[in-house]
């Protein structure tokens, strides 16, 4: 079978949030594509290493770290890209937090905390690639969502709204988006094994819950969102638009 219809070669990919977890395998999987990535993070010493280790790996990579709440550094980055003739091709909004604690007990800071880092900054950097993906007529989008996207369950009040705004934002870009050749779309990943659910792999109660919802009966591995992804990415999903993927072994269909 040709994988043609999958290829990224010639395709810029930034993925916020690529320096770890489920940003970085999907960064890995655009490369291994072709995709040329740019990697990004909080912390400027683990993109620098991210950066390297895709390099070592024979990988076309950049990095630019910089916090996607912060307006001001979202747009210079793509201000930097516009000097250095750097066309972003493919967006993927992943970057974001996760705080559990009863909604009663919630700040304002914190919950406003939540969603600007899960929601807010998919709206900001998916305008900033937008208006230059717009002129081009061509373009990508891919935020990442969750089940919370659909689903409510105790303690992560900020973080369902925020996720349930992501659906509706994908929505959104890609009504008004879609004339000038953009798709955007969203993955929702269940429960998988990264660093935001480090306290909940440990806690036998919560994996007793879980293997009484998973009709897969095991956590999800960063690695299986790659296909979504590229899928999603790439000419494949041209007619694919608004749309969100769970890639969460069913749990969804069997709530
Ligand atoms: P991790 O905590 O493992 O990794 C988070 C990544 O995002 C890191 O690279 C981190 O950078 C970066 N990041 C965090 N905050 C910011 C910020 N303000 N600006 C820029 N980068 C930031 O998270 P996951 O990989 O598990 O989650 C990735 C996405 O997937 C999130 O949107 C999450 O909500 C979603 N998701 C995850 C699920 C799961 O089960 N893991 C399930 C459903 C959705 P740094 O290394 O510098 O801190």
Redesign the pocket.
Same mark, same amino acid.
């Given at each position: 079978m040709s994988t043609a219809l999958f290829d990224l070669s010639g395709r810029t990919a930034l993925v916020?949030?690529?320096?770890?977890? &489920? %940003?970085?395998a999907i960064a890995e999987g655009m490369a291994k594509a072709g995709a040329r990535l740019i990697i990004?993070? #909080?912390?400027p010493d683990? #993109?620098e290493k991210t950066v390297a280790e895709f390099r070592a790996a024979g990988h076309q990579a950049d990095g630019v $770290?910089?916090? #996607?709440?912060d307006e001001p550094a979202v747009v210079g980055a793509f201000e930097r890209f516009d000097r250095e003739g750097i066309a972003v091709d493919i967006l993927v909004n992943? $970057?974001?937090?996760?705080r559990r604690k009863p909604l009663v007990e919630f700040t304002t800071e914190e919950w406003r905390k939540v969603i600007e880092?899960?929601l807010t900054?998919a709206f900001i950097a998916g305008r900033e690639a937008a208006r230059r993906m717009i002129p081009r007529k061509r373009g990508k989008i891919i935020n990442?969502?969750? &089940? %919370?996207s659909e689903l409510a369950r105790p303690t992560i009040a900020p973080?369902t709204a925020a996720?349930g705004g992501i659906r509706n934002l994908t929505r959104s870009m890609a009504v008004e988006w879609a004339q000038s050749g953009i798709q955007a779309n969203a993955i929702?990943?269940?429960?998988? &094994?990264?660093?935001?659910?480090e306290a909940l792999m440990s806690n036998p109660e919560f994996n007793n819950w879980l293997m009484s919802r998973v009709p897969a009966k095991r956590w %999800?591995k960063?690695d299986e969102l790659v296909g979504a992804a590229i899928f999603l990415a790439s000419e494949a999903s041209n007619y694919v638009n608004g749309q969100t993927i769970y890639v969460d072994g069913g749990m969804l269909a069997a709530m």
């Open positions: 916020t949030g690529s320096s770890r977890g &489920l %940003g970085r990004n993070g #909080v912390d683990r #993109v $770290a910089f916090d #996607v709440t992943n $970057a974001g937090i996760q880092t899960n900054s990442i969502g969750s &089940l %919370g973080y996720k929702g990943p269940g429960y998988m &094994l990264t660093d935001m659910n %999800g960063p």
